[in-house]
């Protein structure tokens, strides 16, 4: 079925749009890549997609890109990890616009599928205080209290999906990722997520022999963190089902502090290092974890990669990038 279809992904020179690209290759689509950063900062560049750099908030850039489109996955949104969001709500904002012409184009271009990436970030922060979570359900989005800024957008997103869905026929499905990770990601720069951010500074620790850490927070805040791998399985199955049509949480559901993510990476290195906490550092809310009752019972399928597995090849592809100088877009 995939054969000779055009699948874009907007976001493709990201972390997820990357490796999503590479499998939809594999599947037998015909796959284009957009990005609105240059090709030498894309995590990965795939010689067999047409890849190109375009800024998708402009609507005439979304009819270049989605052109003959069948499938439209779209990922590309300005975003990082607590550190960022927390600090450039605005710009999170604007993730509105790649999103609102993406599926105007996607109406215009009458895509069999538009797939788009949303984020545990829209559920409500009163039902995150506690460390010892109650998981998330689909409904526990409302009433809404999203994170301010990305949150909102998201679930603004979300909606104009699911309208889009209803009044204009558009085929949308929505996934709620819960903190994905995995090698070609960012890992420094200060939009990382938790697990590079912890591999990063242990590995450095280990390299200087300086046997210390910076962790944001009492270390005691809990999530649970999804391997790359179950994220793209997930985007698949939720891409092509017939009946998925509302937003489902796609994220594991094994809850660790991340005083535990960082006995993880501790051990992976081989190393023990003194903790210094940074209570005023953003921390995000206390604790979250996905509840997969409604991806098991219509899929038959949950992310189920074990942390400590996905935290080793992790852990290593960024020690090789500390140790070697080859610019991103070749590794
Ligand atoms: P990423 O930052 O690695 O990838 C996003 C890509 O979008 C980047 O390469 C960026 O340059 C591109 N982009 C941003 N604005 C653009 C624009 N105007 N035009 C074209 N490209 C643009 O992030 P990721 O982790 O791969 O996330 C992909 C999607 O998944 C995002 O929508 C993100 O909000 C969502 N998400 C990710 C996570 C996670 O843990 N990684 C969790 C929840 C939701």
Redesign the pocket.
Known sequence: MARGELAVV??G?????GWLAKNLLEQGYRVRA????PQDE??QVHPQAENLQ????GLENCRRAYKGADRIYQ??????GMGFIENNKALCML?V??NTHGLMVAQEVGVKRFFY?????VYNAEKQKDANVTALKEEDAYPAMAEDGYGWE?LFSERMCRHFREDFGVPTRVAR?????GPH??WDGG?E?APAAICRKVIKAKLEGKHEIEIWGDGSQTRSFMYIDDCIKGINMITDSEHVLEPINLGSSELVSINQLVDIVEDLAGIKLKRNYKLDAPKGVAGRNSDNTKIKQLLNWEPNTRLRVGMEKTYRWIHDQMTSKVPVGAR
Do not use: E, Q
Request: charged share 20%; net charge positive; glycine share 18%.
């Open positions: 907007g976001g020179g990201g972390f997820i749009g957009v990005d609105i950063k894309w995590y375009l800024d998708l908030k990922l590309a949104a300005d975003m990082g993730s616009l790649p990436s949303s984020s545990a970030c998201k990722f819960h903190n994905v990770y990601g960012t939009r997520k």
